[in-house]
């Protein structure tokens, strides 16, 4: 069992959907929860960070982590085509410096 | 600011040829990582450096990958000889400090190596 679990997709949306990623994980000592979003034959660059459970807002983007599960939720409201990128979930530990570990990212199409 | 440098962005060598990939972090930031993606697969931690020393070098592959970063600053991330499962494009990340969150890393847009 991989330690991160992402469907890759791709996930096809039409302007204005509201987008729904997910990501679940077997590792129980993950405390760090972030998103990076990667455009085609970009870096990844860090798009919401969550410590521990709740959820975090940001703009059209909001983070739920639900620990007691072990899934953690980005959704995006009001999606536009520039969304249209990879979304890669990473979560890390205090031990082990921090070394994130990656799902293998969902493709985002959204379509004017 | 500048960003993370990577290059060259791509390189397409033999199987047995050598290869050296470099990273240019960001100017005082410590800690350096390399992290390559093999086609279909997530992003897998190679090795991490603080300033010159390899404080972490558990995700590499095997004795044909060796990695510097001369005086803490640039690092070289050199595989000889290549051979065709090292595919995949080779992401170079630096961070002011441990902590993931808040700024994160900060990724280099990667080198793209394919072994012919």
């Known amino acids: 069992q991989k330690e991160v679990e992402q469907d890759p997709g791709p996930l096809s949306v039409p302007e204005g959907a509201i987008v729904s990623l997910n990501c679940t994980y077997s590792?129980?000592?993950?405390?760090?929860f972030m998103w990076y979003r990667q455009y085609s034959r970009k870096g990844p660059e860090l798009l919401m960070y969550t410590y521990s459970s709740g959820n975090k807002e940001d703009g059209r983007f909001t983070a739920q982590v639900d620990k007691s599960s072990k899934y953690i939720s980005l959704f995006i409201r009001d999606s536009q085509p520039s969304d249209s990128a990879t979304y890669l979930c990473a979560m890390s530990s205090s031990g082990g410096s921090y070394i994130p570990t990656f799902g293998r990212g969902t493709s985002l199409i959204v379509h004017p | 600011e500048a960003g993370v440098t990577q290059f060259p962005s791509h390189s397409v060598i033999e199987k047995g040829q050598t290869v050296t990939l470099r990273c240019d972090p960001i100017s005082g930031h410590d800690n350096l990582y390399w992290y390559r993606r093999v086609m279909g697969k997530e992003i897998k931690f190679l090795l991490h450096f603080v300033k010159e020393s390899k404080q972490d070098e558990s995700g590499m592959p095997n004795n044909r990958f060796l990695a510097e970063r001369t005086g803490g600053t640039y690092s070289t991330l050199k595989v000889q000889p290549a051979e065709l499962e090292d595919s995949g494009v080779y992401f170079c990340?630096?961070?002011?400090?441990?902590?993931?969150?808040?700024?994160?890393?900060?990724f280099g847009s990667g080198t793209r190596l394919t072994v012919v």
């Open positions: 990340a630096s961070s002011q400090d441990l902590s993931p969150g808040h700024y994160g890393y900060t």
């Open positions: 590792n129980s000592a993950f405390q760090y």
